[in-house]
Nanobody
Framework: EVQLVESGGGSVQAGGSLRLSCAGS????????IGWFRQAPGKEREGVLC????????YWADSVKGRFTISRDVAKKRVYLQMNSLKPEDTAVYYC??????????????????WGQGTQVTVSS
């Protein structure tokens, strides 16, 4: 059974930083793409960043380019989302998601079949 567990959310002032962590189990970490998504109240879930070691591709949402980075530790089966220069509009529940890399073509949530429970990120002005 695929399991994903996010941690690291919290509250921060605008301009601050947070690092989210996603721990994965139940799948071959090297062969899967891991993505971070977020959903603000009243809005649709949107892709933020996705990383795949299989084809060396990383997908970024334009809204986070230059501020957010994604990295993975295969040995620990963890993926990290480093968020810098946070803005109030980054406030959302952040989800980690996973799928076999060959099924992922970008940041579309429909490409990902396994999801974590989410972690809240709140950025105050």
């Amino acid at each position: 059974e695929v399991q994903l567990v996010e941690s690291g959310g919290g509250s921060v002032q605008a301009g601050g930083s947070l690092r989210l962590s996603c721990a994965g189990s139940g799948f071959t970490f090297d062969d899967w793409a891991i993505g971070w998504f977020r959903q603000a109240p009243g809005k649709e879930r949107e892709g933020v960043l996705c990383i795949s070691d299989v084809d060396g591709i990383t997908y970024w949402a334009d809204s986070v380019k230059g501020r957010f980075t994604i990295s993975r530790d295969v040995a620990k089966k963890r993926v990290y989302l480093q968020m810098n220069s946070l803005k109030p509009e980054d406030t959302a529940v952040y989800y980690c998601a996973a799928a076999p890399a060959l099924l992922v073509r970008g940041l579309g949530p429909q490409d990902f079949g396994s999801w974590g429970q989410g972690t809240q990120v709140t950025v105050s002005s």
